[in-house]
């Protein structure tokens, strides 16, 4: 499954699938990205980041990929498990000490 | 275990009364957060604070306070002049806010009910 940027901003996908979820960030001098994991009425917790001399980055069954040439990032499950449901932001940073959240996509793993 | 601690969890206020969110770290971690989080919006920076004893504005500021006087604390107060407090507050730390590229950590998040 795969969402596409703010416009969708639910995702529903069947266990054991690959899920893609996007990120339409806004400011070309951003330099460094984060995805995160929120759970209901938990905090978020870092997933994987990227810097932007960067294309692609691997986790632990996540990969991040960076476009900057039209300002795209995505989040790339591998293997979607229930315990993946939850609501993924992504977050630019420049300057340093700041960061921009997108809205999130809600994720939905289906036993 | 290092992590970041807020309190209360959960908030119920009433209107007119000031109330203050409690933040703790013991990440030794120099910059501090605070954001919040409505449904359907991304979390939008309400202070930060880089180092003791200094704190900047960040996009929504009006209606709220912050101290800093410890380098593990950073309280936030959701004054009676906040028009619409109900929220998800999150607090935040990283371990520099010049350097750039520094993950942040955050709280499990309070949440403030104003009946």
């Known amino acids: 499954g795969e969402s596409v940027g703010l416009h969708l901003p639910t995702l529903s996908v069947q266990e054991g699938d690959n899920?893609?979820?996007?990120?339409?960030?806004?400011?070309?001098?951003?330099?460094?990205?984060?995805?995160?994991?929120?759970e209901s009425g938990k905090g978020p917790q870092f997933i994987i980041d990227i810097r932007s001399n960067m294309d692609k980055r691997q986790g632990q069954r996540v990969t991040?990929?960076?476009?900057?040439?039209?300002?795209?990032?995505?989040?790339?499950?591998?293997?979607?498990?229930?315990g993946d449901s939850a609501v993924y932001f992504c977050a630019e940073n420049w300057a340093g000490n700041q960061f921009y959240f997108g809205t999130g996509t809600s994720l939905t793993v289906i036993p | 275990d290092g992590g970041i601690t807020q309190s209360p969890k959960y908030l119920f206020r009433k209107e007119g009364?000031?109330?203050?969110?409690?933040?703790?770290?013991?990440?030794?971690?120099?910059?501090?957060?605070?954001?919040?989080?409505?449904?359907?919006?991304?979390?939008?920076?309400?202070?930060?604070?880089?180092?003791?004893?200094d704190f900047q504005k960040g996009d929504i500021a009006e209606g709220y306070s912050v101290s800093r006087e410890k380098?593990?604390?950073?309280?936030?107060?959701?004054?009676?002049?906040?028009?619409?407090?109900?929220?998800?507050?999150?607090?935040?730390?990283?371990?520099?806010?010049?350097?750039?590229?520094?993950?942040?950590?955050?709280?499990?998040?309070?949440?403030?009910?104003?009946?």
């Open chain 2, 71 to 115: 380098k593990e604390s950073f309280p936030l107060t959701v004054t009676s002049a906040q028009k619409n407090p109900t929220a998800f507050y999150l607090c935040a730390s990283s371990i520099s806010s010049h350097s750039g590229a520094n993950v942040l950590t955050f709280g499990a998040g309070s949440r403030l009910t104003v009946l």
């Open chain 1, 19 to 38: 899920s893609i979820i996007n990120c339409a960030y806004s400011n070309s001098a951003s330099d460094y990205f984060i995805w995160y994991k929120q």
């Open chain 1, 64 to 82: 991040v990929l960076l476009n900057k040439t039209v300002k795209h990032l995505s989040l790339q499950i591998a293997a979607t498990q229930p």
């Open chain 2, 17 to 53: 009364q000031n109330v203050t969110l409690s933040c703790e770290q013991n990440l030794n971690h120099d910059a501090m957060y605070w954001y919040r989080q409505d449904p359907g919006q991304g979390l939008r920076l309400i202070y930060y604070s880089q180092i003791v004893n």
